[in-house]
């Protein structure tokens, strides 16, 4: 059975950080794209951050280019989120995903998604 289950969500203070995590478990991990995406209240999904992990190639959105940082942790099956210099605007639920294709999850589409995390910055 595939999962990802997405946590390190929360509230913090703009300026403050949060460190997300997705652990993958129920296919090959190397073979996948993982992604980050999130959707605030009345707005689209948007796809933020994505790494492959065979290679180490990397996408970020320019809504959070400089201030996020994704990586993996292949030995535990695990990509991390880290968000540093934290916005309101960044208060969404943040969703892992992962799709064979590194494109796909750019384009907003992905095989398998994870229940979510909540993050909310305060002013």
């Known amino acids: 059975e595939v999962q990802l289950v997405e946590s390190g969500g929360g509230l913090v203070q703009a300026g403050g950080s949060l460190r997300l995590s997705c652990a993958a478990s129920?296919?090959?991990?190397?073979?996948?794209?993982i992604g980050w995406f999130r959707q605030a209240p009345g707005k689209g999904r948007e796809a933020i951050s994505c790494?492959?992990?065979?290679?180490?190639?990397?996408y970020y959105a320019d809504s959070v280019k400089g201030r996020f940082t994704i990586f993996s942790d292949s030995a535990k099956n695990t990509v991390h989120l880290q968000m540093n210099s934290l916005k309101p605007e960044d208060t969404a639920v943040y969703y892992c995903?992962?799709?064979?294709?590194?494109?796909?999850?750019?384009?907003?589409?992905?095989?398998?998604w994870g229940q979510g995390t909540q993050v909310t910055v305060s002013s």
């Open positions: 129920g296919f090959a991990f190397e073979d996948y794209a």
């Open positions: 995903a992962a799709d064979v294709w590194t494109d796909a999850i750019t384009r907003g589409q992905a095989d398998y």
């Open positions: 790494i492959s992990p065979s290679d180490g190639n990397t």
